[in-house]
C-alpha cells in the first residue's frame, strides 16, 4: 500500500481485475456496503459485496444510546459513564434515560415508577399457562415463551407506529418482566406465586416475589436489594450485541414489541451470550478447588473448552462493568457470608491475567464472570441467572428496538450470502 495524495472523507479503491478505480464517501468513520455494488467487472456481475458473517466488522445501524470503546474499557448510556451511573442511579432511572434519552427530574421519575408499578400484574392465564410447563422447566425457556405469549393478550401492541401505544407496551414489559421470571421460578419450586407488592422497589419486588414464603408483608434486604439494582443497571444496555442486534431485527419486519422480545430473550439463552454467568457457576463447580484451577487452565490453553466468563467481543483490554460488578460483590459478601465459589474465581482470574495466552488473546473477565457468583450467594439459582440478564436488558432491547422503528434509515433486515452450493444439478430421470 502506498501513501496517495490525501483526499478527505473519501475511500479510492482499485479494482485489480479491472484496473478501474472508485472513490467510496467515508461517512462517520464508515463506507456503505452498498457503494460497493458499483464495483463490477461486467455489466451483468451483482457488484461486490462485504463477506462479515458475525458482524465483526459492520455498523447494523446509527444509535445515540450506548457507546463503548472496547479498547479503553469505556461503557456509556446516553453520554453518562456506567461507573457514575452505577453508583447514583437507580434502574428505573437509567430504563428512563436509555428510552428518553435525558435522566428524569424527580416528578418524571415518579411518574415514571408508578406507570412501571402499576403495571407489574400479569393475568392470571399467563399464570395457567406457565402452569402447563414441566416442573424442571428451565426458566429461560419459560421466560420465551411467556414473554412471546404476552402478544397475544395484547394484540393492540401491534400498532407499533402509534407513540402511545409503544409507550404502554414498553412499560407493560419493564413492569412484568420481573414477574414473570419470579413466577417461573416458583413454577419450578413447586411454590405458589407470589404477587407483586407494590409499595416495594422495582427489585425489593422481585426479591418479594421470589423469596416470600408465609410473612404478610416481606421485607427485603437493603443491602441484596441495592446489589441487585446495581447489577440491572450494568447489563441494561450493550449496544448491537446479539439479543439487541435481535430484537432490532424482528423488529425491522415491524413484528410486535412481545415478539420481537420474546427473540431477544432467545438469543440471550445461548451459552455464548447471557447463558455465560451460568456456564460461570457450572465451570466453578467442576474445578472444585483452588488446587485444581492450574491444571483446568492447561487445558483450556490446550483448547479443550474455553474458559467461561473470558473474552469479549467488544472489550479488548477490560470490561468495566466487572470491575463495578467485583465491588458489589464485597458488599453481597458481607451479607451473606463468604463463597468457596468466590475464592476458585479468584485463582482463576489472578492465573490467567498473569499467563501469556490470555494476555496475548487479550482475554478478561467479563461482567457473567463475576454476577453468577454473587447470584448464587444471594440464594438465586444457575438457572435463573439469565432470566435476570434478560430483566436488566429489558430497557435497552426496547429503547433499541423504538429507535430503529424510528429511524429513516430502517428497512427490513436481510442480510445477503455468499452462495457456495451446486450452482444448477437436476432429478435423475
Ligand atoms: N477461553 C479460552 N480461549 C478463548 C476464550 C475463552 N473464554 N475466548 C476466546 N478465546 C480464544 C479463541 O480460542 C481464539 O483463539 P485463536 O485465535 O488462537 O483461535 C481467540 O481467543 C479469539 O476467539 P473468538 O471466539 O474469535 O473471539 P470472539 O470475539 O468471537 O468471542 C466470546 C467472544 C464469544 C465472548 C468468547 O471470548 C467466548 O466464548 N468467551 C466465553 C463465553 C463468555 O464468557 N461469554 C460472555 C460474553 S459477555 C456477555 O455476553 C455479557
Known amino acids: 500500500m502506498n501513501d496517495a495524495e490525501p483526499n478527505p472523507d473519501r475511500l479510492t479503491v482499485t479494482d485489480s481485475r479491472t484496473g478501474r478505480t472508485y472513490e467510496l464517501p467515508i461517512t462517520e468513520g464508515t463506507v456503505k456496503a452498498l457503494d460497493l455494488r458499483q464495483i463490477k467487472v461486467s455489466a451483468d456481475d451483482f457488484g461486490l459485496m462485504t ?56 416528578e418524571e421519575l415518579k411518574t415514571w415508577t408508578a406507570e412501571i408499578t402499576n403495571h407489574t400484574f400479569i393475568h392470571e392465564n399467563i399464570k395457567r399457562f406457565i ?19 404476552l402478544s397475544t393478550f395484547y394484540p393492540e401492541s401491534k400498532q407499533i407506529h402509534d407513540p402511545a ?8 414489559l419493564i413492569a412484568k418482566m420481573p414477574t414473570l421470571a419470579a413466577f417461573a421460578y416458583r413454577h419450578a419450586m413447586g411454590l405458589y406465586y407470589a404477587y407483586p407488592d407494590d409499595d416495594l422497589s422495582y427489585t425489593g419486588n422481585f426479591l418479594n416475589m421470589m423469596w416470600r414464603a408465609t410473612e404478610l ?20 444496555d450493550h449496544e448491537q450485541n446479539c439479543s439487541t442486534s435481535t430484537m432490532r431485527l424482528v423488529g425491522s419486519s415491524q413484528a410486535d414489541p412481545y415478539s420481537a422480545m420474546s427473540a431477544a430473550c432467545a438469543a440471550l439463552y445461548g451459552p455464548l451470550h447471557g447463558g455465560a454467568n451460568e456456564q ?59 463463597s468457596p465459589l468466590l475464592d476458585i474465581a479468584l485463582e482463576i482470574e489472578r492465573i490467567a491475567l498473569e499467563d501469556d495466552y490470555f494476555i496475548a488473546h487479550k482475554l478478561y473477565p467479563n461482567v457473567d464472570f463475576y454476577s453468577g457468583i454473587i447470584y448464587l450467594a444471594m440464594g438465586i439459582p444457575v438457572e435463573m441467572f439469565p432470566v435476570l ?4 436488558r ?36
Not at 131 to 149: E, K, R, Y
Not at 389 to 392: L, N, Y
Open 280 to 338: 460461570v457457576l457450572r465451570m466453578l463447580n467442576t474445578i472444585g478447588g483452588v488446587a485444581n484451577v492450574p491444571e483446568y487452565i492447561r487445558r483450556v490453553k490446550a483448547g479443550e473448552f474455553r474458559l467461561m466468563g473470558f473474552g469479549h467481543r467488544v472489550y479488548k483490554n477490560f470490561d468495566p462493568r466487572a470491575q463495578l460488578i467485583k465491588r458489589v460483590a464485597e458488599e453481597v459478601f458481607e451479607v451473606t457470608g463468604p
Open 165 to 172: 401505544t409503544r409507550h404502554r407496551e414498553i412499560v407493560r
Open 51 to 106: 463477506y462479515d458473517p458475525a458482524y465483526q466488522n459492520t455498523a447494523s445501524c446509527r444509535s445515540t444510546i450506548t457507546y463503548i470503546d472496547g479498547d479503553k474499557g469505556i461503557l456509556r448510556y446516553r453520554g453518562y459513564p456506567i461507573e457514575e451511573l452505577a453508583e447514583r442511579s437507580s434502574f428505573l432511572e437509567i430504563a428512563y434515560l436509555l428510552l428518553n434519552g435525558e435522566m428524569p427530574t424527580t
Open 394 to 429: 429489558t430497557p435497552g432491547w426496547l429503547a433499541q428496538w423504538e429507535e430503529g422503528l424510528l429511524d429513516p434509515d430502517q428497512k427490513i433486515g436481510r442480510p445477503r450470502q455468499v452462495y457456495a452450493g451446486y450452482l444448477e444439478r437436476h432429478l435423475k430421470s
Open 217 to 236: 408483608k416481606y421485607k427485603p434486604n437493603p443491602v441484596l436489594e441495592h446489589a441487585l439494582d446495581v447489577l440491572l443497571v450494568l447489563h441494561a
Open 389 to 392: 440478564f434478560a430483566i436488566g
Open 131 to 149: 402452569d402447563g410447563f414441566h416442573h424442571d422447566a428451565h426458566p429461560m425457556g419459560i421466560l420465551v415463551s411467556a414473554v412471546g405469549a
